[in-house]
């Protein structure tokens, strides 16, 4: 399948529906547009944040670079979308002016495999960077995105999965971005018959990040369970977006996401959606995004799509409250400061979304970045 040529990227709007009172993006898109030339200025030379990859326990085997690729192992280079996911370019500008120009591909088949990608920021102009992914068996895919704190060049990153029958796969994905540029990332999926899919989302900061998530379940007996914690300090606005349709008899889509924000913008939306092929599916959509300040901004916005009265379960909750005072209180009163109570009880909900999605122990130094991303930084 050769990549979209988009003849007039700029005819087309960043987003298909208008902001309205009822419905809203929440993405800044006048961040991108400076970046978005015809012909692309391609970064010449990119970097990554070595103190925040100190903090992953495993091993990187291929660093995706702005120029160049260095693979531990074997890795071939893409230079056309496969076809595995249904990406249009009239989604949005952004997404079409990526799908005409990304530059830096990789084409990765899967099989009772471990692989983890660590990709580089461009420290100015753009890079766009596609992975084309194919699962058999029982896999894992980790994706390291660890821009520097002030890089400033645009990265757009899209992954296209597709998952075999009874295949397997655990995908990680850890962003960490500049604030002084944005950045984009998008995953598109699709699931045969028995496939499962376990995604985990660990997202520090970003002057304008938007990761997101498309799921489809083409197949019967097909799931998606899909996890994330993150983190928005002063100046950093992050937006997930998660998407799922159920399209198969029993399948389920089960979302859930903690995040906290002080000073910064985090939302959480999506759509699950259960088509009237979906009898007996399950889908499920938990999020919390919890202000520390006054001056932060919190939103949930789950939806559901139900088109059959033939489900297991369909549900959508969402929370933008701040940290129970009385827990405060209580940790407070047992010789704790403020602060120290806030950490506890900030680490206690990050942890808990990692032990619910079987999170890798590789990961876990991330949740102490996320802590120290938004605890107080004023003397108590």
Not at 59 to 88: H, I, Q, S, T, W
Not at 137 to 162: H, M, Q, R, V
Not at 258 to 267: A, I, K
Not at 356 to 380: K, Q, W
Request: a negative charge; charged letters at 25%.
């Amino acid at each position: 399948m050769k990549r979209q040529v988009v003849e007039d990227i700029f005819k087309i709007p960043f987003q298909e529906i208008a902001d309205s009172p009822t419905v809203k993006s929440y993405v800044r898109w006048s961040d991108f547009e400076r970046y978005l030339k015809i012909p692309p200025s391609y970064a010449d030379k990119g970097s990554f944040d070595e103190y925040l990859l100190k903090a992953y326990r495993g091993k990187v085997d291929v660093l995706l670079g702005v120029k160049d690729n260095n693979c531990k192992v074997p890795c071939k280079e893409l230079f056309d979308m496969r076809g595995y996911a249904n990406f249009d370019a009239k989604e949005g500008r952004l997404l079409a002016y990526h799908l005409s120009s990304w530059n830096r591909g990789l084409d990765l088949h899967l099989e009772d495999g471990e692989l983890t990608v660590l990709l580089e920021k461009p420290e100015d102009g753009y890079t766009g960077y596609h992975l084309a992914v194919n699962v058999k068996g029982d896999s894992s895919l980790t994706l390291l995105a660890l821009s520097p704190e002030n890089a400033k060049g645009l990265w757009t990153t899209s992954l296209e999965i597709f998952l075999e029958r009874h295949a397997r796969l655990a995908l990680n994905i850890v962003v960490f971005d500049s604030l002084a540029s944005p950045g984009a990332f998008y995953i598109r999926s699709m699931g045969a018959e028995s496939s499962q899919m376990r995604v985990y989302v660990v997202a520090g900061r970003g002057k304008m990040l938007y990761l997101r998530q498309d799921s489809v379940l083409l197949e019967k007996d097909s799931s998606l369970v899909s996890g994330a914690v993150l983190a928005s300090p002063d100046r950093s606005r992050i937006v997930l977006e998660t998407n799922a349709i159920n399209n198969a008899s029993n399948t389920s889509s089960r979302v859930l996401a903690q995040g906290f924000v002080r000073g910064g913008m985090l939302v959480h939306k999506g759509v699950l959606r259960i088509t009237p092929n979906g009898p007996g599916s399950t889908a499920v959509f938990d999020s919390n995004i919890v202000p520390l300040s006054e001056n932060s901004l919190a939103y949930g916005v789950p939806m559901l799509e139900i088109e059959t009265g033939d489900i297991e379960e369909a549900r959508h909750a969402s929370s933008t409250s701040p940290l129970d005072y009385k827990v405060l209180f209580y940790i407070m009163s047992r010789g704790f400061s403020r602060k120290e109570a806030e950490e506890m009880i900030i680490r206690g909900h990050y942890h808990h979304v990692a032990i619910e999605m079987n999170a890798p122990d590789s990961l876990s130094g991330y949740i102490e970045e996320l802590v120290s991303n938004v605890i107080s930084r004023r003397p108590i």
